[in-house]
Every structure is written in C-alpha cells, then in structure tokens.
C-alpha cells in the first residue's frame, strides 16, 4: 500500500520516516538479543573479568568450557537430551499423523466426540496435572527410568489438532485415486498420506524437538539419577553448585544454546513460518 | 477394499477379516489383492478410525485425562511420604482456604497474569506492526527479535539473573546510572515479580509477534488502499481496520497467553531458577507452590487439592474458548 504516492507526505517524507522506522527497529532488535551477546561474552572472560562492563572480553579465553565440559558430564546430559528429544518427535509424529488422518478423513461413530475430547485437553499443560502424572508414572513403575521421561511427552493434543486441520485442507481426490486401486486405509495413510504431509511434519518435527530439547519440569520432576539427567536439569544444578561462578555458568548456558541457536540459524524460516499459522488456521 | 488395511495397524482387524489368510508381515510391497471380505467397506471404515486412533486416544487418556481425573480424586486423600492413603474428604481444601500462603501463591499468579497478558499483547503486536512488510531486512529484524523464543527457559533465567545481580549486574549499574540506585531486582519483594514479568515477556514476546503476523497477513490489502483514498491516516487505518480485523488473532493470544500465565507454562521454569518463589514469597505462583508442596514435603494430596483448582479454571477457559470459536475455528466464516 506504500508504493502508491501517499495522501499525507511527500516522497522524502515517506523515506525519512522508513529511516527512522527501520532504525527504531534495529535498535530494538540489539536491545532483545543483548543479553544472549552478553551470555556469550561473558563466557569467554575470566573469573576477575566477569562483571567488566565491555561487551568483549579483554583476553579471551576457552578454560570456561573446558573446565564445564571436564569438571560436570555435560556430553552425558546432551545425548541424553538428545536421546530424549528425538525419540519424542518421531513418535509423536507417528501417532499424530496416524491420529489426524482418522480424524480428518476417515467417518466411523463416536469421532467428533472423540475430536472433543482430544481437544478438550489443548490447554492443559504439564505443570497443572504434574502431581498426578507423577503418581501414576510411579505407579507404572517408570521413576528413574528413560521411559518415563520419554512416554509422557509423547501425547499432547496440540499436533494432533494441527495435523487434522492439515489433512482437512487436503483434496479428497488424492485418495480416491488410491481407493480406487484398492489400497487399504493403512496403504493410503503409508504411502499416500504421510509423503504429502512432509512440510508440516517437518515443522512439527523441529517444534517438537525444540520443545523437548528446553523441557525442565517433568525430567526434573521424573529423573533423580543423575545418569538419566536431561541437559536442562544438568544446567540447573551446576548452578546451585557453582553459584557465584558466573563465567562457567554463562559457558555452561552458551553449550546448552548453541543447539537450539543452531537450528534456529539452519530452519529460521520454517520455524517462525510454522508458528505463524499455527493454530490459527 | 482389502483387509489388509486394518490388519497392517493392529492384528486385532485380522479377526474380523475371518477368511482373509495372513499376509505376513505387516507392510509387504507385494500388490495387495483386491478381494471382498466379509464385513462391508463402511464396518472396515470404522475399524480403520478406531485403530488410527488408538495409539494416541490411549496415551492421551493415561498420561493426560486420568491424571486431570485424579488431581480431583487425589485432593480427597491425604498421602504421606511413604504412598499411604487416607481419605479425609475435604480437609484438603479446607486447609487451603486458611493457608495463608496459597491465598498469598494465588494473589501471585493472578498478578502476574494480569501484568503478562496485556504486556504481551502489546509488544506482540508492536512488534509485528514494526516489522509488518515482507523484506529482507525486516525478515532479519523478524529473526532477532524471536531469537530468545529458542532459548530454554532455565538458561534465560540464568542469564537474566546475570544481567541483574545485585549492585554489578550491568542492568543494575544501568539502573543506578539512570537513578534507581540501590534497587535490588531480584531481592526486594516490591521488584521480584516484576523481574519475573519482564523475563516472560522477553521470552514470549517474539512468539506472539509470529502470531500477530500471521493474523495481519490475513487482511486484505484493499481495504487499506480503499481507507488511504478515503483519506484515512495511519492511527484511523489501525483503529478501523487492522484491530477489527485482527480480532481472531487477538482473541487467540489473549486466550493462550492467558491460559499459560495461570499454568505457569513459563513461570515454573523462570521462578524455580532464579527465585524459587522467594523473596518473601514475592514470585510464589500456584504452580511452584504446589510442586514445592509435593515434591518438597511430600504433600502429594494437598498438592492435588490445589492443582485441581488450576485444572477446573483451565477447564473453563477451554470450554468457553470452544464455544466462542465454534470448535476451534479462529476465523469468522
């Protein structure tokens, strides 16, 4: 709608203020990442060096990490974390797909009922129903276990909602070509389904692992051995140790983000794409 | 229709094929035959759905359903450290009306809510309308300013709570160079939760702008054009066009950030890293209180008591989202 002459202002006027917008934005966006320049920064300096008020470290230096990665299991806690994270996702992503496609697609009695029920459960997160699960996961006897850390986070209504409403928008005709061959319902969601879903699982794909990667609370709350320990509760505890230790504990942070910053640099389009339509549409 | 399909998901459909003879293993590449079986198409249908089902219907029943069940069930007992139950009716929640400490954890979390929630909507929406045109330096901008979004929660807390040490953190020297000298963040129980707040908006702001893009993408271009003939400006084309039109979008925001500001969704991980619900119980929401409750004293029935309050609200602010969305239907057609 810019590139008609405005009614208000002249062309000059018009670039000035696309100046000071984008400058205004520029601004904004240092003052947001600020603090992760500042992690980063500080977990190159020094013990002495750590409150320094430069941005870059006098002298550099690598001993941080390497006293975190030697002195605490963090190679341990990674693999668990991405042990965890992955098993998660592709799991997850299996019942889901398998779930939107019944619901979406296939009519048999009791489905919208079903679809209620599944949707009835979209907000409830983790933390409010934390004392029962953990009950029941006792139970079941997976304290301390992978399982358990694993199993629970599998089910959430959110990409079972997200994947019904995917295939909702696919045209019937797709699969009336391989009914028409004779393929099974299970052919079909195999072979037919699943390949045309590959962008949103992708997204989901990247979601989930993201969201599993920067749990806290349920590995927290399931997992007190320590050889189970998922990244997040790893970082959590040095810090009760090593409280006044900020220089480890901003390298310790900067391991534990460069994952995540890494996929966000790889993906950033189909991250910030996928949530802009999520559930929205 | 084949059999094969419902006995690829389950050998359960096998049963109901009768004749059909096995085919083996569960995915063969071979062609599947085209045979009729005994059971209509519109019966296979139905085996088919239940079994697509299944997997995640079970799970999500145990892992999701039972428990919000038992958090009403489990306020009833009283459980000792050991698993023992009694049943002690309401005693639970009789306890919680003259606690003085969940009446102070609920005034927390309504706080907090009540502060994060417009917050968010307006650097939300700030910030989408900054970075609103698609262009290569808006899209980097764009990326910035979610950035944080990909941090985990307890490294933001850690961070943060860097940033804000008492005397030499840098946003506490920036402070004290700007006058609030003295001020302790984190310590004084007149600042924590605002501390608290600000970390969640920092992390959830770039979030919401991707939702508020998503939305402002949504509305026609023309009726901007037809306003800017009309000799509308930029205040009347945002009031009379862009929030009216946004209304799905901002109902939605208001609804989710709502609903995770009562949760505790962010708070938990914020507050238990940085806080722990101190000082003075300044930053106990509901949610730390109760996990310090269970986990902490094992109190696993009072701790239920509490959490089941948090799951009938939650439960009500779903039932009215579906219906004021028509079954989850964020748009108006």
Known sequence: MTKKPSLYFSASQVTLVRLVWMTVAAILALMIIFPLLWMTSISFKTAQDAFSPTLLPAAPTFGNFTYVITEVPFVRYMANSLFVSATVTVVALFFHSMAGYALARLRFPGRELIFLAIFSTLLVSLPVIIVPLFIIVRAMGMLNTYAGIIVPSVFNAFGIFLLRQYYLSLPREIEEAAVIDGAGYWRIYWSVILPLSKPILAALAILFFLANWNAFLWPLTVASDQNLWVVQVGIANFKSEYSAAWNYMMAASTIVAIPTLVLFLIFQRQIMDSIKTSGLK | ?333
């Open chain 2, 1 to 333: 229709m084949s059999s094969r399909t419902a006995n690829a998901a389950q050998p359960r459909g096998e049963a109901f094929a009768g004749s059909e003879p096995l085919h083996g293993p569960m995915i063969t590449t071979a062609k599947p035959k085209f045979k009729r079986s005994r059971i209509s198409s519109r019966h296979q249908e139905w085996i088919a759905g239940y079994l697509f089902v299944l997997p995640d219907a079970l799970g999500l029943l145990v892992f999701l359903g039972l428990p919000m069940l038992l958090s009403l069930v489990l306020g009833l007992y009283e459980v000792d450290g050991f698993g023992s139950y009694r049943f002690v009716g309401m005693a639970n929640y009789a306890k919680m009306m003259s606690d003085r400490l969940f009446w102070q954890s609920a005034k927390v979390t309504a706080l907090y809510a009540v502060m994060l929630v417009p917050l968010l909507y307006v650097c939300g929406l700030g910030l989408a309308l900054l970075v609103q045109k698609t262009n290569r330096f808006n899209g980097f901008i764009r990326s910035m300013f979610f950035a944080p979004h990909m941090i985990s929660l307890v490294v933001v807390a850690l961070v943060w709570q860097f940033l804000v040490v008492d005397k030499i953190g840098v946003l506490t020297r920036l402070a004290s160079a700007l006058g609030f000298s003295g001020i302790s963040l984190l310590g004084d129980p007149d600042f924590a939760l605002f501390t608290v707040v600000a970390v969640s908006v920092w992390f959830l702001m770039g979030y919401y702008m991707l939702i508020f893009l998503g939305g402002l993408q949504d509305i026609p271009a023309m009726y901007y054009e037809a306003a800017t003939m009309d000799g509308a400006g930029p205040f009347a084309r945002f009031w009379y066009i862009t929030l009216p039109l946004l209304k799905p979008t901002s109902f939605f925001v208001i609804m989710i950030s709502m609903v995770a500001a009562v949760a505790g969704s962010q708070a938990f991980d914020i507050i238990w890293v940085m806080t722990s619900g101190g000082p003075a119980n300044s930053t106990s929401v509901l949610i730390v209180y109760i996990y310090q409750q269970a986990f902490g004293f094992g109190a696993f029935g009072y701790a239920a008591a509490m959490s089941s309050i948090l799951v009938i609200s939650l439960m009500v602010l779903t039932g009215l989202m579906f219906l004021l969305t028509r079954g989850g239907r964020f748009n108006y057609d």
